[in-house]
């Protein structure tokens, strides 16, 4: 870690409250509300979408280690990179972790 | 001479009542003017519309006049309704009151700008029914129908003409979907086609069997779509003005279950003898 850099607060995901989807045949499908098109995302990532609620990403992590056959870190690095993505398209919110998700 | 016109639109027993202020010339209302007007009809309407007819500079902010328009449309609910905004083409709010659409617009001296508007009232309406404003053709025969779907060009309007012979046309480019009582879903006709100069059908909603999502391509064949891919098609082929939270979800909801309770397939076709007797071929099996 970069001792010059202040440790970030952990933080916490859920969905922007304008976004509407739907869970169909185990995937989700997102209106983009800013881009007028429609997102499904596999069923891997349709997981982590149905479980973000105000989550860490590591607690994501240890619900989804137990269904996935992969290693921690691994789903620590995929989750952390789908989250990114759908905070990218203003489809998921960080909240900070001491604040209400 | 500036004029007031009060025009009802009859369309699948459903009525819009359009009052036009500001009337300047027959061009102001052509694409009223060309649609089915009735005349004598004591129902209430479902959708009831008072429009003042604006010039160009009266619907453009100072800071927005090089926005084109037609360009930026925009929608937000207010007060139990919906506001709807495009600079340069129109501007008001359309309201639910006992059960029906009340809406106050100011509208663009432009036929396309008006149509425009009725396009969003009508879209608004089939919503308000429960169900959504698709872009399709459909065609009735024994009491039932199909809706082609597709984009500008697909060949909706050939597939609804080349059923006609059999059937009563429903609508060539956009069909209503509502909610039957008891189940399933019903199509209805809307006012912006003409099918075959024939006049809008005015008939009661016909129930829908199926939805046929259309491409052409270099074989023609049918496939039947799961519910997840056919849930994808039905929302690209929603006819819906402006976006808000609450209808994104219902439209979510209808299409979900449309595409779990009809029979969905795509039909690639050719332009030619051998897409008749594929779509024949499955007409019989279906009906």
């Given at each position: 870690m970069d001792p010059q850099q202040p440790e970030r607060t952990p933080l916490r995901y859920r969905i922007d409250k304008d976004v509407a989807y739907r869970t169909v045949a185990d995937k989700v499908v997102i209106v983009v509300p800013r881009e007028n098109r429609l997102l499904t995302l596999n069923v891997t990532a349709s997981e982590v979408w149905n479980r973000l609620?105000?989550?860490e990403i590591c607690e994501l992590v240890m619900e989804l280690e137990t269904i996935f056959d992969v290693s921690a870190e691994t789903l620590a690095r995929d989750i952390g990179s789908f989250v990114d993505q759908m905070v990218e398209r203003h489809l998921v919110v960080p909240v900070p972790s001491g604040d209400e998700p | 001479m500036v004029s007031e016109r009060v025009y009802t639109l009859s369309f699948s027993e459903h009525l819009v009542e359009i009052t036009v202020h500001g009337?300047?010339?027959?061009e102001d209302l052509r694409p009223i003017s060309d649609w089915s007007i009735v005349s004598g009809d004591c129902r209430v309407p479902d959708v009831r519309l008072e429009v003042w007819l604006q010039d160009h500079a009266a619907l453009l902010p100072e800071a927005k006049r090089d926005i084109p328009s037609h360009t930026v449309e925009s929608i937000a609910q207010r007060e139990g309704g919906f506001r709807y905004y495009s600079p340069g083409a129109l501007e008001g709010t359309l309201v639910p009151v006992d059960g029906k659409l009340s809406g106050s617009f100011q509208v663009l001296h432009s036929g396309r700008a008006l149509e425009g508007l009725l396009k969003i009232a009508v879209s608004q309406l089939f919503c308000h029914l429960g169900g959504g404003l698709f872009h399709a053709s459909a065609v009735s025969h024994s009491g039932i129908c199909f809706l082609f779907l597709g984009p500008s060009g697909a060949g909706k309007t050939t597939i609804a003409t080349r059923l006609n012979a059999g059937g009563t046309p429903i609508s060539l480019d956009r069909v209503g979907v509502v909610p039957r009582e008891g189940g399933g879903w019903a199509a209805c006709a809307t006012p912006f086609s003409d099918p075959f100069g024939?006049?809008?059908?005015?008939?009661p909603p016909v129930p829908v069997r199926g939805l046929v999502f259309i491409h052409q391509a270099e074989a023609t064949r049918m496939v039947p779509l799961e519910p997840l891919t056919a849930l994808k098609n039905i929302l690209k082929h929603v006819a819906a003005y402006g976006r808000s939270r609450e209808l994104d979800e219902q439209l979510l909801d209808v299409a979900e279950r449309m595409a779990t309770e009809l029979e969905c397939c795509e039909l690639h076709f050719t332009k030619d003898e051998r897409f008749w007797t594929v779509l024949d071929r499955s007409q019989k099996e279906s009906l």
């Open positions: 609620d105000g989550k | 009337v300047q010339g027959e024939a006049g809008t059908y005015a008939g």
